[in-house]
């Protein structure tokens, strides 16, 4: 019979590949364990998709403008409007008027700016806490870098041949219901038309001013029908104002 001892040396061999062979089963699981922990941590890092995505700026023709709507009606500055209201401090760069909606509008004049009291001209002294005036101008938001100043503005012609609704101030998250007046073009699409400048577009918004006041003017464009849309910002309604090119208002929504 064979025997079966083993030898001093090949127990010693032994004992080194048992191990050798438990070093390789930790470093293994050691490996197994930092993959682990480093997907864990590539998990928690990641960022969670939004399923809704959210911003914080406002819609175009609500309370107050975004750029555009497309087509020549977009705009990524200021354009000619305007506004009226209460003049509620003077400064000699300028004066701050409140609307009757109560929207506070900033007045910037300067060497260029004329005034008018009525229907005659005036200087800018005319121009003092609690007056009634109309400004016309370059408007950029709630600011108008005003062209013209009229002190007691005449009462306008081109008043709709409808009932108007009252306009409704401007209040954050507190839109108003859809409401029309009188005629909306058919095939009127919002960011249409073509921006108006000069006695073009101040005449037009003082007439829609006269019959809707309380906004402000941020522009003024000529539709394919040949009518104006007035665009207001500043209030809950109305945002558009039609006007015809014989200075009648003849819709709003």
Known sequence: MKNDQTTPTQSKARRLLTKKRGWIAAAALTCALIGLTGCAAATSAAPTASATPTSTAPAAGHGFPASGGGGSNARSGAAEGGSSGTVTSVSTTGFDVTTVAGQKVTIKTG?????????????????????????????????????????SPPASTG?????????????????????KDGKVPTDYTEGSGTIQTGATADKAATVALAAYPGGVVDRVVLLSDGEYEVHYIGVNWPHHVFVTTADQVVGAY
């Not at 101030?169 to 409401?179: I, M």
């Open 111 to 151: 060497s260029s700016t004329t005034y008018e009291n009525g229907t005659s001209a005036t200087t800018a002294s005319a121009v003092t806490k609690g007056a009634s005036v109309l400004v016309l101008g370059m408007t950029s938001s709630t600011t108008i870098t005003a062209t013209q100043v009229i002190i």
């Open 159 to 179: 008043a709709p041949t409808y009932t108007t609704s009252a306009v409704v101030p401007f209040k954050q998250g507190s839109p108003s219901k859809a409401n």
